[in-house]
C-alpha cells in the first residue's frame, strides 16, 4: 500500500460546481496536511495547509482533515476555468527536519469548462 | 523579485552524457530540494540539504548527485548511470524551524522546473 494514494482522474466539470478532491494515506505520524496547485508546465504552488484534524477555509476553497480515517478533501465552491490545473495533496509527520520532506499524491488534473 | 530560478527550461541530453541542473534562490531559505515529476507518479525526492556543505539522499538518488557550496544554490547533476533520465525536473526550498513541537509548517517554494529529454 502506498503511503498516500490520490485518485488521478481527469475530473471534468461544468463552470459553477463544487469540486470534491480526496487522498488517503496510511502513515498515522503525518501531521501536515497540504494542497498544491500546478499550472501545466509550472511548479507547485502551496494552496492549503492544514495542521493536524479539522478544516481551514480560505475564499472559495476549504481544506478538511479527518485523522481518524485517514482522509483530506479538497473542496472547491464556484469553480471557475481558471481553476483548470492539477492539484496535489502533500503531507509529512514534522514540520521541519527530514521527517518533514513531503510525501505527495500523484495528483489529480481537474477541468472546468466554460 | 524574490523566489527561485531554475535553468535551463528545456534541456536535451545525449545517452551516456553528465548534465547539471541549475537551481538558485535568493529567499534566504537554508533547506533546498530536487524532486522528479513523471506522468501518473507524483513528485518524488531525489536529494535535499538542510544546510550549506551538507545533503542527504531522499528516495529515488540512484544516478543522481549533487552539491551545496553556497545557500542560494543547490545544482542537480543526471549522471549516466541514470536508466530512465527523462522527466520533469523541480527543485524547492523552504525555511527550517527549530523545536520540536511546532504547529508551523515552513512552506516549500517550487521553481519552474526544467524538463529533461534523452535523445
Known amino acids: 500500500q502506498k503511503e498516500v494514494e490520490q485518485d488521478p482522474g481527469p475530473l471534468s466539470v461544468p463552470e459553477g460546481a463544487i469540486v470534491s478532491l480526496n487522498c488517503t494515506y496510511s502513515n498515522s505520524a503525518f501531521q501536515y496536511f497540504m494542497w498544491y496547485r500546478q499550472y501545466s508546465r509550472k511548479g507547485p504552488e502551496l494552496l492549503m495547509y492544514t495542521y493536524s484534524s479539522g478544516n481551514k477555509e480560505d475564499g472559495r476553497f476549504t481544506a478538511q482533515v479527518d485523522k481518524s480515517s485517514k482522509y483530506i478533501s479538497l473542496f472547491i465552491r464556484d469553480s471557475q476555468p481558471s481553476d483548470s490545473a492539477t492539484y496535489l495533496c502533500?503531507?509529512?509527520?514534522?514540520?521541519?527536519?527530514?521527517?518533514?520532506?513531503?510525501?505527495f499524491g500523484k495528483g489529480t488534473k481537474l477541468s472546468v469548462k466554460p | 523579485d524574490g523566489g527561485i530560478t531554475q535553468s535551463p527550461k528545456y534541456l536535451f541530453r545525449k545517452e551516456g552524457q553528465n548534465v547539471t541542473l541549475s537551481c538558485e534562490q535568493n529567499?534566504?531559505?537554508?533547506?533546498m530540494y530536487w524532486y522528479r515529476q513523471d506522468p501518473g507518479q507524483g513528485l518524488r525526492l531525489i536529494y535535499y540539504s538542510q544546510i550549506v556543505n551538507d545533503f542527504q539522499k531522499g528516495d529515488i538518488a540512484e544516478g543522481y548527485s549533487v552539491s551545496r557550496e553556497k545557500k542560494e544554490s543547490f545544482p542537480l547533476t543526471v549522471t549516466s548511470a541514470q536508466k530512465n533520465p527523462t522527466a520533469f525536473y523541480l527543485c524547492?526550498?523552504?525555511?527550517?524551524?527549530?523545536?520540536?513541537?511546532?504547529?508551523?509548517?515552513?512552506?516549500?517554494?517550487f521553481g519552474p522546473g526544467t524538463r529533461l529529454t534523452v535523445l
Open positions: 502533500a503531507m509529512s509527520a514534522m514540520g521541519w527536519g527530514s521527517q518533514g520532506n513531503l510525501i
Open positions: 529567499l534566504n531559505h537554508d533547506a
Open positions: 524547492a526550498s523552504s525555511a527550517t524551524t527549530s523545536g520540536m513541537f511546532s504547529s508551523s509548517y515552513n512552506e516549500q517554494f
